[in-house]
């Protein structure tokens, strides 16, 4: 069921992105645009794959312990005796030292390496959702910003109308003092809203710029908004498979399961052995001769920690406070995805109504202004009864213009609540990270340099990307 309605939702989707794509000139930025400008700019994305990366290490670092470690040792003493006799020694051997078996330890070290490493994909999905809905977010600010700077010229423009006729009227005595006076008023309160439209476009640039990486430039109406789920309880249970967030905690949650499993195999004994080489140089305190021997030797240990002084039942104790944690987390994750598309999907609601309320007022506030005014001309109206008129159109047209940026923006966060605000799904059409690439480069804990060389170029590959 999931998959037939996740692909009922993509294809829509996908036509919708592309169709604000392609059918605007090519000079006019598309929200497409600058989601992947958003993707390709973004050093928190950048940030979140080298944490991956990191993670990554963790499981050839777990690999590791399961191999043999070989080292060097060199060393070389001094005695004297009596001030006179004289002793040296001096040795260098090469040894290997390997854990035989371990009683599931390293497997276990293993898998929950893997698990962390799922749990670091996941949390990188969810920072790519964030760094889309930045860009959303910011496009769709830039263009309301710039609706409402217009909005408010026109209104300068408008008023300065009415402020010279004003004038006019005042000086062949068909108005007072008092009206011309509330149409300076109106006039500069117009030119300090326009100024503060003004900063607020200079501040929406700005942060347009930071999401992308570029100041805007003309930017094109956004795209039809994407198809919504039938139900809101279908959309609920498309964030519970999809979301991101509930993907990491899952896999912490079975990290910290395997955490629990750790901790009892610490219990376990170790079995290892060691095989070395060497070769010493000695001269006889006693008999001041000097004597090389070569030395081969092979051992093998077992060993079980039979009392830590409470250390490893307290680690136990730990491990399990670890997974209730890591579970209650996943339950609480789970809510706050469902209050997500729930307060997503009621804002998108609330901007359909508050658009259709507004244009009834629009059309109202129109016929009221033309008739104030047309009543204005016949004496019947004051100055300010037509000023209040034409602030009412004002505040309602800046209205519709927020309620309109609201009902776009609340479409891609609902996408966002159910994890489909990737740029996988939304097919914008550019190269994506690959977590997996670097991960299959050291899976296997790389040491030589030809695989050094082939990791170099796993990283430029992802790099470009």
Partial sequence: MFRRTFETLRRPLIAAIVAGATALPASAETLADAMVAAYRHSALLEQNRAVLRAADEDVATALAQLRPVVQWIAEHSFQKVDNSRIGRSTSIALQAQ????????????????????????AAL??????????????????????????????????????????????????????DVAQADAALAA???????????????REIYRTA????????????????????????????QRSHPAIQQAQRLAAAAELGVAAAEAERNPTLSGTVGIGRSHDMSVQTQRETTT??????????????????????????????????A??????????????????????????????????VAARQAYEGVRE??????????????????????????????ANLQLAHYQLLAAMGLLTVENLKLGIPTYDPSAYYNAVQDAPYTSRQGKSLDRVLRAIGRD
């Fill in 329 to 362: 987390s996943l339950l609480q994750v789970s809510r706050q995805v469902n209050e997500a598309v729930g307060q997503a999907w009621a804002g998108i609601d609330v901007a359909k109504a508050q658009i259709r309320a507004i244009d009834e007022q629009i």
């Fill in 125 to 178: 999905v969810g920072v790519e959702q964030d760094v889309l809905l930045g860009a959303v977010q910011a496009y769709l600010n830039v263009r309301s910003t710039t609706e409402q700077v217009d909005l408010q010229e026109n209104s300068v423009r408008v008023i300065g109308q009415e402020q010279q006729a004003a004038s006019d009227r005042f000086e062949v005595g068909e108005i007072t003092q008092t």
């Fill in 98 to 121: 390997i854990t035989l078996y371990d009683w599931g330890r390293n497997a276990i070290a293993i898998d929950a390496a893997k698990e962390t490493v799922l749990a670091t994909r």
């Fill in 375 to 404: 009543e204005a001309t016949l004496g019947a109206r004051t100055t300010l009864d037509v000023l209040d008129a034409e602030q009412s159109l004002l505040e309602a047209r800046a209205n519709k213009i927020s309620a309109e």
């Fill in 212 to 239: 992308t990486g570029r100041a805007p430039g003309k930017l094109s109406p956004p795209p039809p908004t994407p198809a919504l789920p039938a139900t809101l309880e279908a959309a609920r249970q498309i964030g």
């Fill in 190 to 204: 117009a030119r300090a809203s326009l100024a503060s439209a003004r900063g607020e476009l200079e501040i929406a």
């Fill in 294 to 327: 070569n030395d081969i030797g092979a051992s093998v240990s077992m060993s079980q920690t039979i009392y830590s002084g409470g250390r490893l039942p307290a680690a136990h104790r730990k491990a399990m406070a670890r997974r209730d944690e890591a579970r």
